[in-house]
């Protein structure tokens, strides 16, 4: 398994902006792996927020927040990001990175059972 650390969270006002990052920092690189975005809402499961696959070139976003966020990955500091944007109160959650090895495909994967491992979370509250 791959070791995990968001950082970036915090609290914004709405239409404000954040960035999170996902540091991996037990592998020498990230590139066999396809990274994603969960969150969960207190009270609610855990639900898919973005995906891209181990070499960039494909992404996916959940609809609620398709034009707002943007999810991208940087190989040479191993770290994945998550730039948020347009913020709303139903953003607030506790988002988490997850990633899989993916060593002969280069697909987006969107389903938690598609990961096996995951981040601890960091915090992010939108004010209205």
């Known amino acids: 398994q791959v070791q995990l650390v968001e950082s970036g969270g915090g609290l914004v006002q709405a239409g404000g902006s954040l960035r999170l990052s996902c540091a991996a920092t037990?592998?020498?690189?990230?590139?066999?792996?396809?990274m994603a975005w969960f969150r969960q809402a207190p009270g609610k499961e855990r639900e898919f927020v973005a995906a891209?696959?181990?070499?960039?070139?494909?992404?996916d976003y959940a609809d609620s927040i398709k034009g707002r966020f943007t999810v991208s990955r940087d190989s040479t500091k191993n770290t994945l990001y998550l730039q948020m944007n347009s913020l709303k109160p139903e953003d607030t959650a506790v988002y988490y990175c997850?990633?899989?090895?993916?060593?002969?495909?280069?697909?987006?994967?969107?389903?938690?059972?598609?990961?096996?491992?995951w981040g601890q979370g960091t915090q992010v509250t939108v004010s209205s």
């Open positions: 891209i696959s181990r070499s960039g070139s494909s992404t």
């Open positions: 037990s592998v020498l690189t990230i590139n066999i792996y396809a």
């Open positions: 997850a990633t899989v090895a993916t060593l002969y495909v280069d697909n987006t994967y969107t389903r938690l059972a598609d990961f096996d491992s």
